[in-house]
């Protein structure tokens, strides 16, 4: 990447990044993806004690289809367990395609085994973390329901390895910065500021190729 680019990039990158807090919780709530790393967050979170529970979502995506011999929920579970978490600790929603299945088919989930979490560890991509927020706001059926959000703890500098490279990443964060400004629009999520910087980072980066995964 040329200079201009990377400093728009990284911008976006840590844009998408909310920085809540984390407290204990009821539940830790993993998103699955192609980024594995997110199923050692949640798993670490639950081991350092933050949660009784660990719940994994997600079937395959655009990203994914091909990549494991199983729902993305069952290979982030086998991860966890790999770490330590016991089974009967773990629950799976193998379906969901989106984030806002991701949400949907777990609150069903939960309810059909007699859970009301009242609060929630939602674990994600870094660059994810705003628009799971936004959609949880908006989709979970609960209101009352405290929830926070974390992910990997990488900089745009480390984060991208031989599954997540610069480019995809790039693109992709691209992607989400435009669902972020459309989709509460369409119901999907809560509006969420933009800064006139990072959209106009955003705009460069589309004109400079990375429109990949637009909506």
């Known amino acids: 990447m040329d200079a201009q680019v990377y400093r728009d990039a990284e911008l976006i990158y840590n844009y998408h990044q909310v920085g809540l807090p984390l407290a204990p919780a009821d539940a830790i709530f993993c998103l699955c993806s192609l980024d594995t790393r997110v199923a050692r967050r949640a798993a670490q979170l639950w081991l350092d004690g933050l949660a009784p529970h660990l719940i994994f ?14 729902p993305e929920a069952e290979h982030f579970a086998e991860i966890a367990q790999g770490m330590g978490v016991p089974a009967d ?12 299945e991701n949400v949907r088919f777990t609150y069903a989930l939960l309810g059909e085994r007699g859970m009301a ?8 991509k870094p660059y994810m973390e705003r628009r799971t927020y936004a ?16 992910s990997p703890r990488y900089g ?8 997540n490279p610069r480019e995809l990443v790039t693109s992709i964060m691209v992607g989400d910065l435009v669902r972020i400004r ?17 959209w106009e980072a955003g705009q460069r980066l589309i004109a400079a190729g990375f429109d990949k995964h637009l909506p």
């Open 117 to 124: 979490p009242q609060s929630l560890i939602l674990v994600q």
């Open 182 to 198: 459309e989709y509460p629009a369409r119901g999907f999520q809560i509006e969420q500021d933009i800064p006139d910087s990072v």
């Open 135 to 150: 959609t949880f706001k908006k989709q979970w059926p609960d209101a009352a329901t405290r929830f926070t959000v974390t």
């Open 89 to 100: 600790r773990i629950l799976v929603e193998p379906r969901a395609t989106n984030t806002g």
């Open 156 to 163: 745009f500098a480390e984060y991208p390895d031989a599954d």
């Open 57 to 70: 979502s997600g079937d395959s995506g655009k990203l994914t289809e091909g990549l494991f011999d199983k």
